[in-house]
C-alpha cells in the first residue's frame, strides 16, 4: 500500500563539544563540522530527500517515503558515531501536508520537527509517533521507545513522540518505564511486583504466570521491559522472549536464571533477549538491571557469564577472513572485556579512560560487527572464535 500524500520534514542540528575543540583544535574541529554537513547532505540525497537549506548548524529536509526519512535519520547518526571526533547530531521528524512556497516549506510540522530537534540531546533522533504510523511495518528492523506526549514549545497541545534508537548504548529520553512480571511460581512473582512497584520511575502493568499468557499481555499493555523467568509451563521463557521480539521489537525481555539453566540463558541471548540475571539477585539488583535495558542498554549478571563461557565457549575455527579485523586495538580490547560481562564503569576503571568514552567505542564495536547490543557482542566474542587469537 503507497503511504499517503504527506511530506516528512526531518531537521538536523550539529553539535561539536569543547572536547572536539580541546582535541582537534579549532580549525580541524571546523573542517570536521563542514565535513559533517556535507555528508548529511549526501545522505539525503541517497534516501530520496532534498535539502531545503542549510541554517548554520543545521539542515532542513523533506521526504516523500516517511521509511526513508527515518532510515536517513538512522544512517547520519551511525556516520557521525563512526568518525569519533566529539561531533554529535541532533534529529527532530514530523510529517504531513506543510505549506511549500518558492521551494520552502511552512506550517506545522516544520514547526514540530524543528522542535523535537531543539528538544534532543546529542546523539538523540525524536520523531512524532504521526511519522512512524506513516511508515509502517516497514519500520520492522528499527527500534522505537515511546516517550508519550510532550510538550512542544510553541503548540498549545503536547505531541505523541518517539524515540528512534539508532544505537542501543544511547539511553532514551523516558524517566518512567512500564514492566510486565512473569513467572509461575505466584510468590516470586509478586515479590518481584512488590520490588519494583516501590521505585517511582518503574511501573508494574500486568503480570503472567506462563509465556503463553505473557505474550497476550504483552499485546495488551505494550510494556518497556518483560521480567521473564526462563522455566514455565505451557511456554517456557525462551519461546515467549522469541515470539514477544518478533511482534514487538521494541520491548525489552529481562530473563531470570539458575545455575542449571545455562542452556537456555545461550538460546534467549540468540533470541534476542537483553539481559540476564539469577532468580536469587538482591533487589536493588533487579531494579538497577530493569532501568538499565529500558534505557536501551543490555547486561549479563557475571555469574551468568562465568557459567556462559563454561558451558559454550569452545571456538570454532577462525574464518579466513575475521569480522573482527575491522576493529582497532583498543575495540578488540573493548570486545574482550565485553565479554568478560563487564560493565560500562568497570571498563572505564580498567583502562584508564572516561566512561562516556568506552560508551562510544562500544557503540563503535556494535556497528561495525553489526550486532544489536553488548549481549550480542558476548556471543559474537565466543563463537566466532575472537577470544582466542
Same mark, same amino acid.
Given at each position: 500500500?503507497?503511504?499517503?500524500?504527506?511530506v516528512? =520534514? %526531518?531537521?538536523?542540528?550539529?553539535v561539536?563539544?569543547?572536547?572536539a575543540f580541546?582535541?582537534?583544535?579549532d #580549525?580541524?574541529?571546523?573542517?570536521?563540522?563542514?565535513?559533517?554537513?556535507d555528508?548529511?547532505?549526501?545522505?539525503?540525497d541517497q534516501?530520496? &530527500?532534498?535539502v531545503?537549506?542549510?541554517?548554520?548548524?543545521?539542515?532542513?529536509?523533506v521526504?516523500?517515503?516517511?521509511n526513508?526519512?527515518?532510515?536517513?535519520?538512522?544512517?547520519?547518526?551511525?556516520?557521525?558515531?563512526?568518525?569519533?571526533?566529539?561531533?554529535?547530531i541532533?534529529?527532530?521528524?514530523d510529517?504531513?501536508e506543510? =505549506?511549500e512556497?518558492?521551494?520552502?516549506?511552512f506550517? @506545522?510540522?516544520?514547526?514540530?520537527?524543528?522542535?523535537?530537534?531543539d528538544?534532543?540531546?546529542p546523539?538523540?533522533?525524536l520523531?512524532?509517533?504521526?511519522?512512524l504510523?506513516?511508515?509502517?511495518s516497514r519500520? @520492522?528492523? +528499527?527500534?522505537?521507545?515511546?516517550?508519550?506526549?510532550?510538550a512542544?514549545k &510553541?503548540?498549545e @497541545?503536547?505531541?505523541?513522540t518517539t524515540?528512534?534508537?539508532?544505537n542501543t548504548e544511547?539511553?532514551?529520553?523516558?524517566?518512567?518505564?512500564?514492566?510486565?512480571?512473569?513467572?509461575?511460581?505466584?510468590?516470586?512473582?509478586?515479590?518481584?511486583? +512488590?520490588?519494583?512497584?516501590?521505585?517511582?520511575?518503574?511501573?508494574? *502493568?500486568? #503480570?503472567a504466570?506462563?509465556?503463553l #499468557?505473557?505474550?497476550?499481555v504483552v499485546?495488551?499493555?505494550?510494556?518497556?521491559?518483560?521480567?521473564?523467568?526462563?522455566?514455565m509451563? @505451557?511456554?517456557?521463557? %525462551?519461546?515467549?522472549?522469541?515470539?514477544?521480539?518478533?511482534?514487538f521489537?521494541?520491548?525489552?525481555v529481562?530473563?531470570?536464571?539458575?545455575?542449571?539453566?545455562?542452556?537456555? *540463558?545461550?538460546?534467549a541471548?540468540?533470541?534476542?533477549a537483553?539481559?540476564? %540475571?539469577l532468580?536469587? =539477585?538482591?533487589?536493588?539488583? !533487579?531494579?538497577?538491571? *530493569?532501568?538499565?535495558?529500558?534505557? &536501551?542498554?543490555?547486561?549479563?549478571?557475571?555469574?551468568?557469564?562465568?557459567?556462559?563461557? #563454561?558451558?559454550?565457549?569452545?571456538?570454532?575455527?577462525?574464518?579466513?577472513?575475521p569480522?573482527?579485523d575491522?576493529?582497532?586495538?583498543?575495540e578488540?580490547?573493548?570486545?574482550?572485556?565485553?565479554?568478560?560481562?563487564?560493565?560500562n564503569a568497570?571498563i572505564?576503571?580498567?583502562?584508564? *579512560?572516561?566512561?562516556?568514552? =568506552?560508551?562510544?567505542?562500544?557503540?563503535?564495536?556494535?556497528?561495525? !560487527?553489526?550486532l544489536?547490543?553488548?549481549?550480542?557482542?558476548?556471543?559474537?566474542a565466543?563463537e566466532?572464535?575472537?577470544?582466542?587469537?
Amino acid at each position: 500500500m503507497a503511504e499517503p500524500a504527506v511530506v516528512t =520534514v %526531518l531537521f538536523t542540528d550539529i553539535v561539536a563539544s569543547t572536547e572536539a575543540f580541546q582535541r582537534l583544535g579549532d #580549525e580541524a574541529a571546523s573542517r570536521a563540522h563542514a565535513d559533517h554537513l556535507d555528508e548529511m547532505s549526501a545522505l539525503v540525497d541517497q534516501f530520496d &530527500g532534498r535539502v531545503v537549506k542549510s541554517m548554520g548548524d543545521g539542515v532542513m529536509s523533506v521526504f516523500a517515503s516517511a521509511n526513508q526519512a527515518v532510515q536517513c535519520a538512522v544512517r547520519m547518526q551511525q556516520e557521525v558515531a563512526a568518525a569519533d571526533d566529539g561531533i554529535e547530531i541532533r534529529v527532530g521528524l514530523d510529517c504531513g501536508e506543510p =505549506v511549500e512556497r518558492d521551494g520552502d516549506y511552512f506550517g @506545522n510540522p516544520v514547526i514540530v520537527a524543528k522542535r523535537l530537534c531543539d528538544l534532543c540531546d546529542p546523539g538523540q533522533i525524536l520523531s512524532t509517533t504521526t511519522v512512524l504510523t506513516v511508515a509502517g511495518s516497514r519500520l @520492522n528492523d +528499527v527500534r522505537l521507545s515511546s516517550l508519550g506526549p510532550v510538550a512542544v514549545k &510553541g503548540l498549545e @497541545n503536547p505531541v505523541e513522540t518517539t524515540e528512534v534508537l539508532w544505537n542501543t548504548e544511547v539511553g532514551t529520553g523516558k524517566s518512567q518505564f512500564t514492566v510486565v512480571v512473569v513467572d509461575d511460581q505466584k510468590l516470586l512473582r509478586a515479590g518481584f511486583s +512488590v520490588i519494583l512497584r516501590a521505585e517511582r520511575d518503574l511501573t508494574v *502493568v500486568g #503480570e503472567a504466570s506462563d509465556g503463553l #499468557e505473557a505474550i497476550e499481555v504483552v499485546r495488551e499493555r505494550r510494556p518497556d521491559v518483560v521480567v521473564m523467568d526462563v522455566r514455565m509451563p @505451557n511456554m517456557d521463557g %525462551l519461546e515467549a522472549a522469541r515470539q514477544i521480539l518478533g511482534e514487538f521489537p521494541e520491548t525489552r525481555v529481562l530473563m531470570l536464571t539458575t545455575f542449571d539453566l545455562d542452556e537456555y *540463558v545461550y538460546e534467549a541471548i540468540r533470541a534476542g533477549a537483553s539481559g540476564f %540475571l539469577l532468580k536469587d =539477585v538482591p533487589g536493588e539488583q !533487579l531494579v538497577d538491571a *530493569v532501568r538499565t535495558i529500558a534505557r &536501551g542498554e543490555s547486561i549479563i549478571d557475571p555469574a551468568v557469564t562465568r557459567r556462559m563461557i #563454561e558451558q559454550f565457549a569452545k571456538p570454532p575455527a577462525a574464518p579466513e577472513t575475521p569480522a573482527f579485523d575491522v576493529l582497532t586495538a583498543r575495540e578488540a580490547d573493548i570486545l574482550k572485556l565485553l565479554a568478560r560481562g563487564l560493565s560500562n564503569a568497570e571498563i572505564a576503571t580498567e583502562l584508564f *579512560v572516561e566512561e562516556t568514552t =568506552v560508551k562510544t567505542h562500544v557503540g563503535k564495536v556494535l556497528h561495525k !560487527l553489526g550486532l544489536r547490543d553488548r549481549v550480542q557482542a558476548v556471543v559474537f566474542a565466543y563463537e566466532s572464535g575472537f577470544l582466542a587469537q
